[in-house]
């Protein structure tokens, strides 16, 4: 038989059919599977197979699974209470085989097939579905249409094509257009829960707010989750916070929202409810409940924030705000606890510290991202640079950079932080950088950075593992750091530049230094802050600096990039006075690197319009 006429066998069988390896993860589902449980293929793979069972009956199948080894024929069967991803229990019998390791395979484990049908469907009703074309075997991805890239953006002749957004292993191709709605489903839902996500959870409260009900937002964590996860190891720390969600769906009504924003944090939104304290309550003494998780009983305290809609707190992000000092309140009042939000709980020490607490773990765990914003040159005709600029997504929303980034040059976290957005912007521009030499990404630096003694160094190398040339590398610093006397800077910068990096002073004219001055700095380009930007309202301003600073930086060679250019009126004053390249909202916003091809086109259509009304 070939083989792929038997993983086709396998993909439609009628029963539900796993694989488990011996650490408790599934390696394989078929459709049925993903039917029946009601989770997709890309939330079980790799997740522990405990999440499919009720928590009655986890231990039981433990032990069935234990005893295979030793069974004659290598095979058990089971009968017991699964659990769907809606939270819904259901009568199942499963039948376990064990699947020896391949002769000769001493590095391949043995597998556990796992035959689940459902007990309370009766046989002759079952109904024989075709399958969805995501999962016809063999399927080939209908021919783009013309003047399509592979990703399928369309893009203007004069852009160049922007890097295909990664796709995860396995994912079907762009072309089948028809899974669109089932994407985007997926993509609002946590993974390993099924609840709502950050996004999800910020739609409905957006929602909620739009309507007069009483609406209240509880924000919660795990106490000491990273102690639980490094004494129960991941697995079993996942099967904790499926169980946590598990709870918390059962404390609240059906039309009330349960959201997983990441890690141990979880949210609740409650509308038209006329008691959230009793709600509060009955979530803590819920969760407090013991559980069997990897063989030991745990108690899973919480520390939750209860926040309540008012005459002065109608924004979703102030709510969050609120409900998050007021779970950092808990925290120091001695953990397992809830406290409803008042207003001193923002000025607390707890509250400060809680915001380098949670910058730090973001650090920890990777959960800083990089936005792009793209800068044009009115000459050229196109994009020629992105711009780089840090993210932190925290309960759902994007901190604003002058609120972190302060933290983390008090913290020290600022140079971990400029590592991975260096790092990071290379690894994701490179595909666009490749298409044309004179483009370039630039990133910015703190002066903190520069404290480093091997910084140059380091930039170079993070050039070099993600393959950037230096030379489409621009590194943008303000104009106080090239005067810092603490810090080597100007040895590194010539050190930088020596090897092809391109160094800009961002908010020219901000600071203290001169036209004169500029000869003696290792400098590339110059950029015209936005406060001088503002000052051009109607184009009809008589502002004869402009034309001194970019004359003057044109004659020490360097170029000028103004920034901040929110209207056409902008854009055609500065292109009328020589400004190489222009950057600002008009062109358009930072985003992330998925979103390159439409960033492109719409920073082109921008300057179009602004050619035509010259």
Not at 65 to 86: N, P, Q
Not at 105 to 117: G, I, K, P, Y
Not at 141 to 169: F, N
Request: include cysteine.
């Amino acid at each position: 038989m070939e083989a792929g006429f038997a993983q086709q066998l396998l993909e439609y069988n009628p029963d539900a059919l796993l694989l488990v390896g011996q650490d408790g993860s599934i390696s394989f589902l078929n459709t049925a599977a993903e039917r029946l449980f009601g989770y997709t293929r890309a939330q079980l793979l790799g997740a522990d197979h405990s999440m499919l069972l009720a928590e009655a009956s986890r231990e039981d199948f433990h032990g069935v699974l234990a005893g295979l080894g030793t069974a004659a024929d290598s095979r058990a069967r089971f009968a017991g209470s699964g659990r769907r991803a809606d939270g819904a229990e259901l009568q199942i019998e499963i039948t376990c085989s064990l699947v020896p390791a391949p002769a000769g395979a001493a590095d391949v484990e043995s597998s556990v097939v796992l035959s689940v049908r459902d007990a309370g469907a009766r046989d002759d009703h079952r109904t024989v579905r075709a399958p969805s074309a995501g999962h016809v075997a063999g399927a080939l991805p209908a021919a783009g249409a013309a003047g399509q890239t592979p990703g399928g953006a369309v893009l203007r002749r004069r852009t160049p094509e922007a890097p295909a957004a990664p796709r995860a292993a396995g994912a079907a191709p762009a072309a089948f257009a028809g899974h669109d709605d089932e994407l985007k489903a997926v993509s609002l839902r946590d993974p390993l829960t099924a609840l709502p996500n950050g996004p999800f959870f910020n739609e409905r409260l957006a929602a909620a707010l739009r309507r007069p009900d009483p609406v209240d937002i509880l924000l919660l964590n795990i106490d000491d989750f990273k102690h639980l996860n490094d004494m129960l190891g991941r697995s079993a720390a996942d099967e904790l916070l499926v169980e946590v969600a598990s709870r918390l769906r059962n404390c609240v009504r059906p039309h009330d929202t349960v959201a997983r924003l990441g890690g141990d944090e979880f949210a609740v939104l409650l509308t038209e409810c006329l008691n959230a304290d009793a709600v509060a309550t009955r979530i803590a003494q819920a969760l407090y409940e013991p559980l069997r998780i990897g063989g030991t009983m745990v108690r899973p305290g919480v520390s939750m924030g209860l926040a309540s809609k008012s005459a002065h707190t109608l924004d979703g992000a102030e709510l969050l705000r609120q409900s998050d000092a007021a779970m950092t309140a808990a925290k120091a009042a001695g953990k397992n606890q809830w406290l409803r939000f008042r207003p001193e709980m923002l000025n607390t020490a707890a509250h400060k510290a809680d915001g380098e607490t949670g910058l730090r773990r973001a650090v920890e765990l990777g959960q800083i991202s990089v936005h792009y914003q793209p800068v044009v040159s009115p000459g050229v005709g196109s994009v020629v640079q992105f711009e780089a600029f840090a993210r932190w997504e925290r309960h759902g929303r994007l901190v604003p950079p002058n609120q972190f980034l302060p933290v983390a040059e008090q913290s020290g976290l600022i140079r971990e932080i400029g590592d991975e957005v260096l790092r990071r912007a290379c690894a994701e521009i490179r595909p666009w950088l490749a298409g044309d030499t004179a483009y370039s990404v630039a990133v910015n630096i703190s002066g903190l950075q520069f404290q480093h003694r091997e910084f140059a160094t380091d930039v170079l190398a993070i050039a070099a593992s993600t393959g950037v040339d230096p030379h489409q590398l621009t590194l943008e610093l303000t104009e106080s750091v090239f005067f810092d006397a603490s810090s080597d800077v100007l040895g590194q910068l010539r050190l930088l530049r020596e090897a092809g990096v391109r160094i800009a002073m961002d908010d020219f004219g901000t600071g203290y230094s001169t036209l004169g001055r500029l000869q003696e700095l290792p400098l590339d380009m110059v950029k015209i802050d936005r406060s001088f930007v503002a000052m051009i309202k109607t184009g009809k301003e008589q502002l004869p600096f402009f034309t001194t600073m970019i004359k003057a930086a044109h004659a020490l060679g360097l170029l000028v990039t103004a920034e901040g250019i929110e209207t056409a009126e902008q854009a055609k004053y500065l292109m009328e006075r020589g400004c190489d390249s222009l950057q600002g909202y008009l062109f358009a916003k930072p985003a992330p690197a998925s979103d390159l091809a439409g960033t492109m086109e719409s920073a082109l259509n921008a300057l179009d319009k602004v050619d035509a009304g010259r």
